[in-house]
């Protein structure tokens, strides 16, 4: 079975600050892919950053970058220089056998 | 070039009743998934639409159902509602289906059910 696991409900971060978001997955699949989503207050989910599982290299994305460790099955999302629109319910996400795997989802608070 | 739309943005229905929500693509795009939201159960897939064809379901009753227009229009169906039903539906729409390329999400319909 696909399964994704965000054990952080709820984090906050310090305006212009660095914060990690945790995912973890499991699939018995080899290739395979996964994104981070972010769903801001007014509900339109937005892509945020995909990484190949064939791929070792880390995606980035400007100031969104992630730690890919496949053999651990772990994909955290690290967003610096944290701004207030980054405020959102952030999704981690697998997609394999055709179909999209999310996780429960992170709020992410950002203080002024 | 317009997004995602779906609607309506908020429906109330009664238990028992059915319920068809509308998702617009992105023009060009021939793909078309749902997924339901809600608090507890966080986002779960319901189905995807390719060419006018289901490509892929979830895990959910035969009450939950869908089609996708030859313009790539897709409703999705809800009949006999129940209360657990009430949720966010979202759709979302990529160019191939693939997940090679994003997927590029609506603003949702809130549906409550009393």
């Known amino acids: 079975a696909q399964t994704v696991t965000q054990s952080q409900p709820e984090m906050s971060v310090q305006e212009a600050e660095t914060v990690t978001l945790s995912c973890t997955y499991d699939?018995?699949?080899?290739?395979?892919?996964l994104f981070w989503y972010k769903q801001p207050p007014s509900r339109q989910m937005i892509l945020v950053i995909r990484?190949?599982?064939?791929?070792?290299q880390n995606a980035t994305e400007n100031r969104f970058s992630v730690n890919f460790q496949k053999a651990a099955k772990s994909f955290s999302l690290k967003i610096s220089d944290s701004q207030l629109g980054d405020a959102a319910m952030y999704f981690c996400?697998?997609?394999?056998?055709?179909?999209?795997?999310f996780g429960s989802g992170t709020k992410l608070n950002v203080k002024p | 070039k317009a997004g995602v739309t779906q609607t309506p943005r908020y429906l109330i229905k009664t238990r028992g009743q059915q319920v068809t929500l509308s998702c617009s693509p992105i023009?060009?795009?021939?793909?078309v998934s749902w997924y339901q939201q809600t608090p507890g159960q966080g986002l779960q897939f319901l189905f995807e639409?390719?060419?006018?064809?289901?490509?892929n379901k979830g895990n959910f009753p035969g009450r939950f159902s869908g089609r996708q227009f030859s313009n790539s229009r897709s409703e999705m169906n809800v009949s006999t509602l129940e209360l657990g039903d009430s949720a966010l539906y979202l759709c979302?729409?990529?160019?191939?289906?693939?997940?090679?390329?994003?997927?590029?999400f609506g603003p949702g319909t809130r549906l409550t059910v009393t």
């Open positions: 979302a729409s990529s160019a191939t289906g693939t997940a090679l390329y994003e997927q590029y």
């Open positions: 996400a697998l997609y394999n056998f055709n179909k999209f795997y």
């Open positions: 990484q190949e599982a064939y791929k070792q």
């Open positions: 699939t018995s699949e080899s290739d395979y892919y």
């Open positions: 023009s060009g795009h021939r793909s």
């Open positions: 639409y390719f060419s006018e064809t289901q490509r």
